[in-house]
């Protein structure tokens, strides 16, 4: 099915029909759920430990307008600016165990590091082998079936772009 195209015409209107009022989306307040923390089990913490997760149900809501959640994200706000400055750096392991203990979690699934760990190591056991060359009888990912991957030089995959002769491709 074509679809029909119309020119635009430079008063605003389209064919004699009055022109329309311009839409916009307009922001007015945030709206801020607060949590309970709790161990997580969804995700892996790249510097080891355990997982900061929060309760499914949140146990106050805060509305702020945007200039002055914008200011506490600033630092300008009533919060401390070190607080507002931590909130997108990782967690070492040391610190996520006294996050969890400081909110009342106190039975810390102990396998859970170890479980998250082993996923970091296996993370980092992909691709194929080869280097520089990739060979379809020696690459594991062209055995697999699959394609040689690159999401930064030489990992996972060590081939060169020139000199993958994976079947299946890069």
């Known amino acids: 099915m ?3 195209k119309r020119k635009a015409d430079p008063t605003g209107s389209s064919c004699g029909e009055p022109s329309r009022k311009k839409r916009r989306v307009v922001f007015q307040d945030v709206t801020i759920f607060y949590f309970n923390r709790r161990q997580g089990f969804v995700c892996v913490p790249s510097q080891g430990g355990n997982t900061l997760g929060m309760e499914d149900d949140h146990f106050a809501v805060e509305v702020v307008s945007i200039e002055d959640h914008l200011a506490e994200r600033r630092g ?3 919060e401390d600016a070190e607080d507002s400055l931590n909130l997108l750096l990782p967690v070492d392991s040391k610190e996520r165990r006294t996050v969890l203990r400081s909110a009342g979690v106190e039975d810390i699934e102990v396998q859970e590091k170890d479980e998250c760990r082993e996923l970091r190591v ?3 056991q992909c691709g194929c082998s080869c280097v520089g060359a990739c060979l379809p009888s020696s690459c594991g ?7 040689c991957q690159v999401d930064r ?3 996972p995959c060590g081939c060169t772009l020139e000199n993958c002769a ?3 491709g890069r």
């Open 153 to 155: 030089p030489g990992f």
């Open 166 to 168: 994976n079947p299946s």
């Open 141 to 147: 990912c062209a055995q697999g079936g699959i394609m």
């Open 76 to 78: 300008d706000g009533p």
């Open 122 to 124: 296996s993370r980092q």
């Open 2 to 4: 074509a679809a029909a």
